[in-house]
């Protein structure tokens, strides 16, 4: 099975940063992949597909970049509703895996 | 508005079986692969199970296997879960999803707590 490597596991930003998140698998996956953003009590909403496509009514300082084994979600200017969890998931082929997650907080 | 909506969690003794259901409307249910992935208390997302517009196109996290079996009727647009041989690790709220047509599971669920525990 392919192993998604996600860091960093927690981070600390204030309103306005601008925050990497990275996945890296152990294998190639093309562009199979998709960035999740879950907060508490509430299912998972995806935000990224394909590595690069932003999800239809996702605002656009979420973006997606990599292909191959090494994949970043970037949030260009992080606001208040952004403070959640986010995951990586390849669905490249089965069984798919995610990565292990990254909770952004507030500084 | 595509919706999907679990049912069927509750408690389990370990050794137990439950089945999940899981109700789709919106969209033509029969059109689409669907997931089921679960978290456990406390922990990240686990991908659980698929299946295919075939019927036969199924796949299962190692985890699962052989415990677990996933069926759809489409003509309830249902989609199911059945576990068997409950152990405590299968503690997890489960949420099914719809896969879109680009990949990613673009639609969830609520989710459904399963809990097993004597």
Redesign the interface.
Known sequence: ?IQMTQSPSSLSASVGDRVTITCRASQGIRN?L?W?Q?KPGK????LI??AT?L?SGVPSRFSGSGSGTDFTLTISSLQPEDFATY?C?H?HY????????TKVEIK | EVQLVESGGGLVQPGGSLRLSCAASGFTFSDYEMIWVRQAPGKGLDWVSYIGLILSDIYYADSVEGRFTISRDNAKNLLYLQMNSLRDEDTAVYYCGRRGHDGSIDYWGQGTLVTVSS
């Open positions: 099975a199979d998709g999740y879950q299912a998972p909403k995806l597909y394909a496509s999800q995951y998931l669905d089965y069984p798919w895996t995610f990565g292990q997650g």
